[in-house]
């Protein structure tokens, strides 16, 4: 079944590559490729092109299922072992993914791999996505178009770019470009020739910095004076960031677990619900008056918080992927072949609708699904489901999005 899959998506990805130009990526002669197959993103590495023109000719012809490219420069891209190739230097990358940053919506599907219960988010008590209500085992989610999660991801991309990459680190936006990942996220590719020798030590430091992972927040409050005076929300830098983003978790909590969940103290949690609005407006002003420094840990609550305002928030920084300057990354307006969505360059990252603006695929041929579980869902500007243990013919593009979100299989019955 996925031969044939693969074969169908070989064919359209082809005739897609063959009336579509994808522009190399800059310093093409320096970049070492991996290409895969249906289901293996990675087949073959250490491919390198000598021109534009040959790589153009090598989509249309060979028209992989997924094309990636070395974040590293190297003097000999297609050499081995990784030591032999000659490192140059390496763009910084930054990866955003739907999941990772744990942004659920309410049509998301949740399904219980050991008991086979299922649902939408909507559905779970409180939307608490994680548990099987039935069985108590680990579920997994099933993401779907969502409008308002795409805003959320963008403004995180646009944090990353404003406050940190232009305002904090003086990079030029022309050295910025953002890319749709093909499936869940961004991509965020720093060229800059002055970032561009930095070790993966100097990588580490910038990623921490952004992350605020190693923040002393002490560093930001004046101690002695009680009241304890700190951040206003008009500071610049990771000051104003620690009071606006403070401010806005405390007005929007739910409930005291909602301050629990995000590390702090369950004494703390419940003392700033009790008095909430008087606090949100002192920390306006700069005061902080549930910091007690008569405690010990007496801001371990203030840098849960902070930790957890990040656009990283819960990522190890030793797998991130802007300090592995080896790394492979899909090659912006490739189309991806799990989703058969492109992984779009964006200009206008506000009017960016991916589920729009990066379908690749064409409606022909029909396929003959069977669908185990879909909510409603626009896809290709049009909306289409829900779906529940049916028999649909639909066109190709809607098909195999629906096939790599694992919730529909191939019946041999289709017409063609
Ligand atoms: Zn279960």
Redesign the pocket.
Known sequence: MSDMIARVLKDAFRRYYRSHDVPPPPDLEKREFGVGDYGRKIVRRHISFVSPREFRRYLREEAPLYISYSVGYFERPEATPMEAKGLLGADLIFEFDADELGLFAPNDLWV?P????RGLVKDLKGFRVGF?P????P?KVVTFPDAEREEKLKEEVETLIKDFLVDDFGISKKEISINFSGNRGYHIHVRSPALRELDKEARIEIVEYVTGQKIDVRYFFDVPRMPIVGPRPTDGGWKGRIARGVISILSSARDVSDLVRRGVSPSTARRIMRDRERIVELIRQGIWPFIDTRKADAFESVASLVRSLSPFMGKEIDTNTSVDIHRLIRVPDSIHGSTGLLAKSVDNLNAFDPYRDAVALPERPYLNLHVDFAPEFEFAGETWGPFEDINVELPLHVSIFLLSKGVASWRLTTRG
């Open positions: 219980c050991s008991c086979g219960a099987c039935r069985c108590g085992e579920t």
